[in-house]
């Protein structure tokens, strides 16, 4: 090779190296722009005051937003919505609870023609209360973070705030009950990440609000909340329903035009109105004569997640269970977390199976012997890649002794891939476990495996365990069988 060969190579390598430094930066610009300009991604920075701000263009102020019917596109997939009833848990709280949902408050938001409407977080009986008292205790929730650095860690940063001024910034926030069904984007902690969901809050739940009026925590569990993104047409639902809810008067809080230096909340109890300063916990509160409102103004998201979906939206992803017509064939036992010993409650390690076929799944059952005989609540299945399929509500059965609902039992009658899975119950304290099942939630799962040769995950039948065991009882139970329906159910 000559010398001038040589030269020529040298600088066609080095402008090679200039065009991918150069790609990489539009890659990046490109990047920010999808994620923090489009509205799919729901983030919040910190501004200089410690408050935090929503980052996502398209979703943070109504003033923002065209007018009902004007040209707005909202593009990708419908996603599943977890209906969130007041007092009920996912199984990822961040925290125990610092606050106090209420129950037997009427939604006060009007049906919509797409089923979304945007409220300013500044509207007159948007939220509710009682005079002089919080149904929030910011100082708690502060305690146990600080004493949980990572949890700490991952909550800040949900928030967009420095993990060291999460008290200074619990302050700036104010207490109240929820009056309307909310769309929010809540965010769990499971496993040692972040999980982030699309929810509705019932109404009676309990938040801390922003100096902006948007929810920032749900204080039943802890949970950061942020603003709601634009959502694909088609949504669909997880969990159940209570008694009243209809998704077509559901409501999305956007970003008041300024911040609020006092709420107007509503008094459920006395009809009457009062004013919260931002940031005070109740000592503050001092009685209103603006009258309670009969409606909340708001305007309609049209296209919103609960308007019909396209043809094209409606496709059912290749990866999503579906429900679908049982399968030939008897159920059978998929998995098991068995035990031959004494139970105690509360297990300390995730319920986790792996599954390398797809399974039509007809029943799973959780053991709950010490739970005093409350009512069922939630189960469901939680992917690797945070997918959760379910929540379906439970139905208890008796169990040996003759301990009402000790076995709650879910019938998703859906089709879940092969992969990694995490069993989530409702109530993971009185979900009984024992020292033959290294600290894990005692389950069975029944269903038709959806191809030949897929594993049993060594179901051998009940032969296996000796009759009248506590696991030989489990295996035989007829999930159909001496049913009570839970509270709301």
């Not at 066609?12 to 489009?38: D, E």
């Not at 019909?308 to 064939?329: D, F, I, L, Q, Y």
């Not at 439970?394 to 076995?407: E, L, T």
């Amino acid at each position: 090779m000559s010398r001038a060969d040589g030269d020529r190579r040298r600088q066609l390598i080095a402008l090679i190296v200039v065009v991918v430094v150069l790609a990489g930066l539009v890659g990046a610009i490109g990047y920010t722009y999808l994620t923090r300009g489009n509205g799919s991604t729901a983030s919040a920075t910190a501004t200089g005051d410690g408050s935090s701000s929503d980052s996502q263009a398209g979703s943070g102020s109504s003033a923002d937003r065209p007018a009902e019917g004007v040209g707005r596109t909202v593009t990708g997939e419908p996603v599943s919505i977890v209906l969130l009833v007041a007092r009920g848990t996912e199984g990822d709280e961040f925290t125990p609870s610092v606050g106090k949902d209420v129950s037997g408050i009427t939604p006060v938001s009007a049906p919509t023609s797409t089923g979304l409407a945007e409220v300013s977080g500044d509207a007159v009986g948007l939220y509710g209360g009682t005079l002089d008292e919080s149904t929030c205790d910011r100082t708690q929730l502060a305690d146990y973070l600080e004493a949980h650095p990572a949890k700490a860690e991952a909550w800040a940063g949900v928030l967009g705030i420095d993990p060291q001024s999460i008290r200074d910034h619990l302050v700036t926030l104010t207490p109240m009950i929820l009056r309307t069904d909310t769309l929010v984007m809540n965010h769990g902690f499971y496993d040692g990440a972040v999980n982030a969901f699309a929810s509705i809050l019932q109404a009676g739940t309990a938040v801390l609000v922003d100096e902006f009026g948007v929810p920032s925590v749900r204080c039943f569990c802890g949970n950061p909340l942020t603003a709601a993104p634009d959502l694909a047409p088609g949504a669909t639902f997880a969990g159940p329903a209570w008694q009243g809810w209809d998704k077509a008067s559901t409501v999305r809080v956007a970003r008041s035009p300024s911040r609020v230096g006092g709420f107007t909340l509503v008094n459920e109890e006395t009809d009457s109105t009062f004013v919260r300063p931002s940031g005070s916990g109740g000592a503050d509160d001092a009685p209103s004569d603006v009258p309670v409102p009969a409606g909340i103004p708001a305007v309609v998201i049209d296209p919103g997640p609960m308007s019909p979906a396209t043809p094209e939206a409606s496709t059912p992803s290749a990866e999503a269970p579906v429900a679908a017509g049982r399968p030939e064939g008897d159920p059978e036992l998929l998995f098991e977390v068995g035990s031959l010993a004494g139970v105690s409650s509360g297990p300390t390690k995730p319920t986790t199976f792996s599954w390398e076929a797809a399974a039509y799944v007809t029943s799973i059952t959780t053991y709950h012997y010490l739970n005093g005989g409350a009512p069922p609540g939630t189960i469901a299945l939680r992917s690797a890649d945070g997918t959760v399929h379910g929540p379906w509500p439970a139905v208890g059965s008796v169990g040996q002794g003759d301990v009402a609902n000790a076995y709650w039992t879910v019938s998703p009658e859906v089709v879940i891939p092969a992969g990694t899975y995490t069993v989530v119950d409702s109530d993971p304290s009185t979900w009984s476990w024992a020292l033959d099942t290294d600290q894990r939630g005692i389950t069975s799962i029944q269903g038709i495996w959806l191809a030949e040769g897929a594993p049993a995950d060594g179901s051998d039948g009940c032969a296996a365990y000796p009759e009248g065991s506590l696991m030989w009882t489990l295996c035989q139970h007829d999930p159909t069988a001496d049913q009570a329906v839970p509270d709301g159910g």
